[in-house]
């Protein structure tokens, strides 16, 4: 069966960096777009970035471009963000996510982990 | 950015009832929305996509239907387990965008 499990989160200073991972199982890891989806405490859900199957192509919600850097390892079925320069709005649950599509990415998202906490607070 | 909108905000009802949950889009998405269900704690989890299709797993009770910038979730009659909030989530215009959520909470 799927199995999505980010690790990686805490609490970090304003400006501060953090990596999340997220470890994939249980389907052809090189095969599908993953994404990043966060939610903020008590609040909706907001897509934060996607890659390829391949890492070829990176997009990014404009609340995170040029601070947050999304890759993958196929090797090692491991998923990546990469946050710098964070700041208190973004704390939230961060998910990864597997798209629903092989191959081209169809931007639904079929299997979520069980999201990992970053907290942003001096 | 396409912006969705929920309603109601929460539906209060009983199991065994018909849930209709609605999702209205800023401008036209086609066919391109999908509903997850989140229970508290808990991930998303997809039940609908391109407007009418169930995913892997989900029961018949849950059905979509819509197109353009109005689309309807039914949970033809709700089950213990049903009681959650349903975000619905847009792919036609780049960036993908969720809607603020309906709970469907017990009466």
């Known amino acids: 069966q799927v199995q999505l499990v980010e690790s990686g989160g805490g609490v970090v200073q304003p400006g501060g960096s953090l990596r999340l991972s997220c470890a994939a199982s249980g389907f052809t890891f090189s095969s599908y777009g993953m994404h990043w989806v966060r939610q903020a405490p008590g609040k909706g859900l907001e897509w934060v970035a996607f890659?390829?199957?391949?890492?070829?192509?990176?997009y990014y919600a404009d609340s995170v471009k040029g601070r947050f850097t999304i890759s993958r390892d196929n090797s090692k079925n491991t998923l990546y963000l990469q946050m710098n320069s964070l700041r208190a709005e973004d704390t939230a649950v961060y998910y990864c996510?597997?798209?629903?599509?092989?191959?081209?990415?169809?931007?639904?998202?079929?299997?979520w982990g069980q999201g990992t906490l970053v907290t942003v607070s001096s | 950015e396409i912006v969705l909108t929920q309603s109601p905000a929460t539906l209060s009802l009983s199991p065994g009832e018909r849930a209709t949950l609605s999702c209205r889009a800023s401008q036209s998405v086609s066919s391109y929305l999908a509903w997850y269900q989140q229970k508290p704690g808990q991930a998303p989890r997809l039940l609908i996509y391109d407007a009418s299709n169930r995913a892997t797993g989900i029961p018949a009770r849950f059905s979509g239907s819509g197109s353009g910038t109005d689309f309807t979730l039914t949970i033809s009659s709700l089950e213990p387990e049903d009681f959650a909030v349903y975000y619905c989530?847009?792919?036609?215009?780049?960036?993908?965008?969720f809607g603020p959520g309906t709970k469907v909470d017990i009466k």
């Open positions: 989530q847009q792919r036609s215009n780049w960036p993908p965008t």
């Open positions: 890659i390829r199957y391949d890492g070829s192509n990176k």
């Open positions: 996510a597997k798209d629903l599509s092989a191959g081209d990415a169809s931007y639904y998202f079929d299997y």
